[in-house]
């Protein structure tokens, strides 16, 4: 057919060919979306001229775009954050490498190796290895938590074992209580179960207790997603009493704890008080540990605890969602939980990370005044106030012309959110890294406070 | 207060002690689900003598069981099945170690960890290592497939590739095509998301394309999922004619077309076709390709390849999932690929399992001339019609007290569930165990068969 031609009407078509108005419809459908005709209203489908014809991989793309997905739009986000041009990464809450003991893990894992390369050939059950398991529950004994491995699931990470919990216990409407602000990653996977997010503040003995209270009254609670030790993003630590007062409180509401203890192995001074699980006699408590933090990031792998029919259910929901757990990792960090030398070298660990601590907030201390912010007893976060003019995401957008990254405080709140905060990790980056930054911070703060034309949303010119 | 003494009514002991109505209620629930008071209706809550107090272990499990859960009731079963005292089992299609070449994936592993220790300290990004995911688009170009790193997301393994299409592109009601039978495991995925499956019986040459385009009229599909080469659980390979019939099917009803080929270098004679993604020409087809199968299942990675948009949500959608697959499972599945032994390895894979079809075979050949089946041209499994007076589910109900099991045809039925056929693994057990494996599940099938009473399960005992 030539350009300009009349195609014949959907009706004619379907009957000429025996075929059925839906097919017809749907061919048309898709010469006009790969730009071949054109309709007009009223008029009918005529053969479009070549060089109208739109370029395939727009077109391509542009399908692409019509496909509607499940995924929060808050996480899609930032994923298409420019990223690629950073240098100087203040935002992600990993420890670099060179704080970590890399000599150790790789004796361990060629040794893990070496003694049994058979298991190399096979596969984990979806709750994972026994002998996993084992030296996670031995561990956990220094934790003050008498767990059985049968207790124990290996989960692909922390953050795998919050999306596991949230798959199997949280629908649609189902209340789930959080910390204000709170680890950005939880958000999103409640979020995208459909959950409502009823959001308590953080004291600086943790989770306000009296306000969780009063709301258990008005809501029924599902779920309570708690960071309680070294908190992410505050640093703050839920004091025994609390830790106790949470127990009880879900056991008169029947609502489950998820208790995420990615930090407490990382403390500066004193040894935080045991995990709110091991105050739990009746199972309201789920405990997650992950152990990229302190053992090696690169096997990326944890362990939840529950008990019952909780765990029956967690362990069913696995099996559909990856069929557990890689057996080669779950054999690495048992056999690191079981080095002599862990105690050594989480002791260096901290040791590190405490002066990493000390050198970030003396930065914090020459660059302003009038920043707030607490010095950090634990993890490798600290949480920062900025000054009353200044806006955290106008802040980002200047530091990321700058290369320079930050979490913005706003990820961090499920609902209502401040604009003043700012978390930064004093421990992805290799020391003379963790300087330049913050004296790139501390120089685009100042700048922005001292303005007098203050800025705000409305006049930034990105906006 | 004493055995028998009536409690306050809620009214009344709220307004006592200045607290909520609910506070008050929730109480007493407590108290009658711990045992300790009882509730007549109409006279109001007393006080229980002590030795009518359940037992609190019983208690503990029955707040579990109240927590209502999303988990799909298809997998919670079959996670609850007696699956200890099995010493046959033809049921997993796994590889068994014996026929893997474990001393060749320890010399890579070692390698690879010795090459590169730091790595032991990194994590990978939510994408895929690029090291990884280059191994892989050098790998595909044997197969075949031209994709680039960019185009590649490095998945723990083909379960989590299938969980995570569907957890990103569908919801509730959406229609999701399936082959009947097809892999059970997918089965459970996509009922889990509420969607709706519509299956599609499967022919000698792979799907019945006829019966496709006709649902496509009816349906508005928004996802094939397809397991055209030695398809899990038939055995059978799509034809090249219908794999291109297939992607101008997706491209005219716009659904998405997800591949999952974890089988297709485990060709017995002919190599089988190129994969539907290499007629690809407008991103409809999502391949998924697994290597637990042939490289070492103990790491657990696959890959993922897709285009565009659908790959952008697909890794947002991961790093909410769990913050992509771990550094170093990533980094020996890569060092495996790019191995000069690659090639020699999957030869004599190849030839064992041939041989190993071929006695499973000859084993059933012998069994009776009642059964109906193929001899398998690749993969690790063979699909059984069993004579008409033999109950699958019956049969291996028989099985279990003999300590076989196999996987019920059932099972890999999305909707309606024919009770005539079987799975058996030839792979997953050493020689010896198949031999004898196979003689017991013949045995039963023979005694079964012959008994003139026919058991059906109505008079079956146990159900």
Same mark, same amino acid.
């Given at each position: ?6 195609l *014949? ?9 025996? !075929?059925s ?32 014809? @739109?370029? !395939? ?8 775009? &019509?496909?509607?997905d499940?995924? +929060? ?43 049994? *390369?058979?298991?190399? /050939? ?6 994972g ?15 003050? &938590? ?17 999306? &596991? !919990?949230?798959?199997?216990?949280? /629908?649609?409407?189902?209340?789930? #209580?959080? @910390?204000? +602000? ?16 009823? +959001? ?20 029924h ?18 004091? $025994? ?26 403390? %500066?001074?004193?040894?935080?008080p045991?995990p709110?699980?091991?105050?739990d006699?009746s199972?309201? $408590? ?10 090696? *990031? ?6 939840l $605890? ?7 259910? #967690?362990?069913a ?18 056999g ?9 070298v #989480? ?19 020459q660059?302003?005044s ?7 007893? /634990? /993890?490798?976060?600290?949480? !920062?106030? &900025? ?18 990254? %930050? ?9 209502h $959110? +401040? ?7 004093f ?12 004296k790139?911070l ?22």
């Open positions: 057919m030539k350009h300009g031609e009349k *014949p009407s959907v009706r004619q078509l379907s009957k000429e060919l025996g !075929v108005l839906v097919t017809v419809q749907k061919a048309y459908q898709q010469l006009q979306q790969r730009g071949y005709v054109e309709s007009f209203q009223g008029k009918g489908i005529f053969v479009k001229s070549t060089n109208q014809k @739109e370029d !395939v991989d727009d077109l391509h793309t542009s399908w692409h775009m &019509l496909v509607p499940y995924v +929060p739009r808050a996480q899609s986000l930032s994923i298409s954050q420019p990223m690629r041009n950073i240098r100087y990464n203040l935002g992600t809450a990993s420890i670099h490498g060179n704080l970590l003991h890399t000599e150790w893990m790789k004796k361990t894992a060629m040794q893990v190796i070496e003694e049994n *390369p058979h298991m190399l /050939g096979q596969s984990s059950s979806a709750n290895d026994l002998e996993f398991r084992k030296a996670v529950s031995d561990y956990l004994q220094s934790k003050q &938590l008498s767990i059985a491995p049968e207790h124990i699931l290996a989960v692909s990470g922390a953050q795998q074992g919050i999306e &596991l !919990v949230a798959k199997t216990f949280i /629908g649609p409407n189902d209340v789930v #209580l959080m @910390e204000a +602000p709170t680890y950005p990653g939880s958000i999103d996977i409640f979020k995208s179960r459909g959950a409502q997010i009823i +959001p308590i503040p953080v004291e600086q003995d943790g989770i306000d207790t009296k306000m969780l209270l009063k709301l258990c009254d008005q809501y609670p599902k779920l309570l997603y708690i960071n309680p030790t070294f908190q992410n993003p505050t640093g703050t630590t839920l004091s $025994v009493k609390k830790r106790k007062e949470l127990v009880d409180i879900a056991e008169s509401y029947h609502f489950l704890i998820l208790e995420d203890d990615p930090w407490s192995e990382l403390y %500066f001074e004193e040894k935080p045991a709110i699980k091991s105050f006699t199972g309201h $408590v789920i405990y997650l540990k992950g152990f990229s933090k302190f053992l090696s *990031p690169s096997c990326r792998i944890g362990a $605890v529950a008990e019952g029919p909780l765990l029956e259910k #967690l362990v929901a696995r099996s559909i969602s990856d069929l557990g757990s890689p057996l080669l990792t779950q054999k690495i960090i048992a690191l939980l079981q080095s002599k030398e862990l105690n050594k #989480l002791q260096n660990l901290r040791t590190d990370l405490k002066n990493r601590a000390k050198q970030c907030v003396q930065l914090l201390h660059c302003s009038l920043l707030t912010y607490r010095s950090p007893s /634990g /993890g490798n976060t600290v949480w !920062v106030k &900025l000054p009353q003019n200044v806006h955290a995401d106008l802040l980002l957008e200047y530091c990321h012309t700058k290369q320079l990254t %930050f979490l913005p405080g706003s990820a961090c709140f499920p609902t $959110v +401040p604009n003043q905060y700012i978390r930064i990790s421990a992805g980056l290799p020391l003379d890294g963790l300087k330049q930054s913050m790139i501390c120089d685009t703060i100042n700048s922005l406070s001292s303005t007098r034309n203050q800025y705000s949303l409305e006049n930034y010119p990105i906006f």
